[in-house]
């Protein structure tokens, strides 16, 4: 790579705030407005410093209201702006669904093409910092039902960076998923890198024994598993979805048929999940080529729960992913 | 027959007193009970195969002269 | 009408897979015929029959796993005969289902498991699997599934691809006897309380003797130190009985039957005990036959399911290449395993002389809920006994 000698270290979080950054400096129909955003610096803190650089009339703090503050950016990028909206969490991303569906959605088609809703509403989800059953829930899989939106969620430090730009270029009303596991990630990237597609699953990790289809914080916890097994002789391979509407059914068919076994891991609920979409197009493309049923590991259906060691217990980890693989690939040797 | 047709032959008779093991392994000079792990039952099982199908009759006190493929094939060449 | 029964081989085997039929609907059958051939942790076991009548029907096809107590066929006519070796009451007989680790005596078989009835027709296939069959002509109706819940797999297809399907996974897995051995040896060691004795015993009489028998004796009828071993052993628990059956429901149960389970070391790695039926009962000749059956047939897998079903005591021998001596580890729920280690020539008194004796460490590990020391070096006393007198035994 010739980038290499210009590769800095990093975070997630800091990724995001980059992009923001650039973003705003690039274009001056950017703006970014959401609760705490400013003063505060935002809840995981991930626009801090900004209010400073940029000044209120592009660092917006807003009302506790998120119908309000979310009709807003949708008034607001019909308007020809390209507003940046944050979310604390997706559970109160609830509380702005008739703006996100109803409107946001909807309008393009409404009004024929006449108008676009350049909106980009970003969001945390996903459990793991204990914050309970108001504030770690994985609801991404809901938004991907609705047509008319882009669901993206970017798990590397690189699709942090470079999804935002994307997505303020895409007409279309794009959610992006933040899991709060992955703020503090660490890693390197380089000083000048650019925007990525949102669409296309990338095979992270390739291999031959089985395809565990994943993405956000999972993604990180099935390459783990799948370095366990591959001490063991099973070669996981391991799909990064990044896009959750639209699905890259090419790269998750091309993968399956290649290995004959999914596994779909999903921190959300299994019933009605994002993961029985994938299910079902597993089955319905990939048949003929399956050795084995696919198999999902989904949160446990309950309400995420407060205590460390139950909350842990509620959503996929590491040994549990393994665990479902060996299920899948060696039936017979999980007890020998 | 030469010493190495005698063997092959042995060779065939140890793999059908012993088809757990991989006789195409087994060299002229293992020694069977070390070597090759062959119990005190299973030599004898050897010992019986060869006199019905080699006709060699070796007495308890000549183990010692049979105890590899090639110690073998000389003790029927000699007998 | 009669049921025949997936057969407890042991205290540690809770289900077992049909891998081979070898008698059809219709077929008569005779008491003693071996009907199918069943796998388990421990390998492959041919199942014999202990009635005669005719094969009605066969229920389990060839590759499906059942439970201990499943009806795997049904015979009709059937005349009820006693087993040859009259499996004793302690053990579970396949009607009932008991294996002392597990459920309580069945009255009723337990029903092949919850998911809907399989057919031979239909197997359980992976639609990969279904598609590179067909492709390759390989015909999957008895075939065994290695994927998940036994389905058949790309793999269990190509494997059989262009080799005739008979008893495909017979055989034995080293990694599921580790397992089964583990299981039996940790639940031996968790609830036996095990004590141990030992006595040398003087080898030099028994050696001479078979020495001057085999001189005398055609290849085919030599004897060895093994046969004796057994014998003796036999005859010293006739004696000492209490040291000869199994601990179950917390309470002795003895066998007035003596079944030597002859410990076996499989090269593949991995040990079975299979029985020497009335083992007291036979002449030396006969149990030296007895002796290289059952190796012969631990090394092929033809191991019957009647010789795991019931050992009233086990005898582990390290050969002469072994070690001094052993202190076994009782297998679960028998009472004892007496160990021979190797045969060594050693400094010994006789008459008030040091003389150069051929020496056998005998042990004893027993069961102190069934017995106690004075009882146990009886047992190790009589064995000593009998093998000083190698012409009576």
Redesign the interface.
């Known amino acids: 790579m010739t980038g290499a000698q210009e590769r800095q270290k990093t975070t997630y979080r800091e990724a995001i705030r980059q992009a923001i950054r650039e973003a705003l400096k690039r274009d001056d129909r950017v703006f970014l407005m959401g609760e705490d955003v400013g003063r505060y610096g935002g809840c995981y803190a991930v626009t801090k410093g900004l209010l400073q650089e940029f000044g209120e009339e592009r660092i917006r703090d807003t009302p506790l209201s998120e119908s309000a503050f979310v009709g807003a950016g949708i008034g607001a990028a019909m308007a020809g702006m390209r507003p940046i909206v944050e979310i604390m969490t997706v559970n109160f991303s609830l509380l702005a669904l008739d703006q996100i569906v109803n409107n946001a959605a909807t309008i393009p088609h409404m009004s024929g093409g006449q108008f676009a809703v350049p909106l980009v509403i970003r969001m945390a989800t996903g459990a793991g910092r204990q914050l309970a059953a108001q504030h770690s829930h994985s609801l991404e899989g809901w938004y991907a039902h609705i047509p008319g939106l882009k669901v993206v969620a970017p798990a590397t430090l690189a699709d942090a960076r470079g999804m935002l730009w994307s997505a303020l270029l895409d007409p279309n009303p794009v959610l992006i998923f933040e899991h709060v596991n992955l703020y503090n990630m660490e890693g390197e990237l380089e000083a000048d890198a650019g925007p990525v597609p949102l669409a296309g699953a990338v095979v992270r990790r390739p291999g031959r024994d089985l395809s565990v289809i994943t993405y956000g914080a999972s993604l990180h916890k099935s390459l783990a598993a799948a370095e366990q097994l591959a001490a063991t002789g099973i070669e996981a391979e391991v799909i990064d979805l990044r896009s959750l509407r639209p699905l890259d059914d090419e790269a998750i068919i091309a993968s399956v048929a290649r290995t ?1 076994r999914a596994l779909i891991v999903d921190e959300g609920w299994r019933s009605g999940g994002i993961s029985a979409e994938i299910c079902a197009r597993v089955a319905e493309q990939a ?7 696919p198999a999902r590991l989904c949160g446990a259906e309950v309400p995420i729960p407060y205590p460390k060691h139950l909350e842990d217990a509620a959503i996929p980890q590491v040994d549990t992913i393994r665990a479902a693989a060996l ?2 690939v060696r ?3 999980r ?2 | 027959m030469s010493d190495a047709e005698t063997i092959a032959r042995l060779r065939t008779i140890l793999g059908g007193i012993a088809p757990d093991l991989d006789v195409a392994t087994v060299a002229p000079d293992d020694d069977l009970r070390n070597d090759i792990g062959l119990d005190s039952m299973d030599f004898l099982n050897f010992v019986i195969a060869a006199h019905e199908q080699l006709g060699v009759t070796v007495p308890e006190a000549d183990y010692g002269k049979v105890s590899s493929l090639l110690k073998f094939a000389r003790y029927i060449a000699a007998h | 009408m009669s049921d025949f029964l997936m057969p407890s081989l042991g205290a540690d085997m809770d289900k077992g897979t049909v891998v081979e039929w070898l008698k059809k609907p219709g077929d008569h059958i005779e008491r003693g015929d071996v009907l199918a051939v069943v796998e388990t942790q421990k390998g492959a076991f041919e199942i014999e029959v202990f009635e005669q009548g005719v094969l009605s029907e066969i229920l389990v096809p060839v590759g499906t796993e059942v439970p201990v107590g499943a009806v795997l066929a049904r015979i009709d006519g059937m005349v009820a005969a006693k087993a040859p070796a009259g499996p004793p009451p302690a053990v579970a007989p396949p009607a009932t289902a008991a294996s002392p680790a597990a459920a309580p005596p069945a009255t009723r078989p337990i029903p092949p498991r919850r998911e809907a009835p399989r057919s031979a027709e239909r197997p359980r296939i ?4 279904a ?1 590179r069959a067909a492709e390759l002509g390989v015909d999957v109706r008895g075939l065994g599934g ?4 036994g ?1 058949i ?3 269990d297809v190509e494997a059989v691809a262009g080799a005739p399907i008979v008893a495909p996974r017979r055989g034995f ?1 080293p ?2 006897m ?2 089964a051995i583990a299981t039996a040896m940790a639940r031996s060691k968790r609830e036996i309380p095990h004590y141990y004795l030992s006595l040398p015993i003087d080898l030099g009489r028994a050696t001479e003797w078979l020495a001057e028998e085999n001189a005398r004796r055609d290849v085919g009828r030599r004897l060895l130190p093994a046969a004796l071993l057994l014998k003796a052993v036999a005859l010293a628990l006739r004696e000492v009985p209490q040291l000869n059956g199994f601990w179950i429901d917390d309470a002795p149960k003895l066998s007035s039957a003596i079944h030597v389970g002859w410990a076996i070391s499989l090269r593949g790695g991995g040990l079975m005990a299979p029985a020497i039926h009335d083992a007291d009962r036979l002449t030396l000749d006969q149990a030296m036959a007895a002796l290289r059956d059952l190796v012969t047939r631990a090394r092929t897998a033809r191991i019957r399911g009647s010789e795991m079903m019931n050992p009233t005591v086990t005898v582990t021998s390290l050969g002469e290449r072994g070690a001094d001596s052993v202190l076994g580890v009782i297998y679960p729920p028998q009472l004892a395993i007496v160990g021979f280690g190797a045969p060594r020539m050693a400094a010994s008194i006789v008459d008030g002389e040091i003389r150069q004796r051929p020496m056998v460490q005998a042990t004893l590990a027993a069961d102190h809920r069934a017995s106690d020391g004075a009882g146990g070096s009886r047992l190790l006393a009589a064995i000593d006994r009998h093998l000083q007198k190698p012409e009576t035994l």
Do not use: K
Not at chain 1, 287 to 293: E, S
């Open positions: 004959r048949f003929y080529d399956l050795d084995a049923p299920e899948l039936p017979q040797g007890t020998a | 992976s639609p990969a699997a598609r290695s994927g998940p819940g389905a797999t790309i793999a897995d990694a599921a580790r397992q």
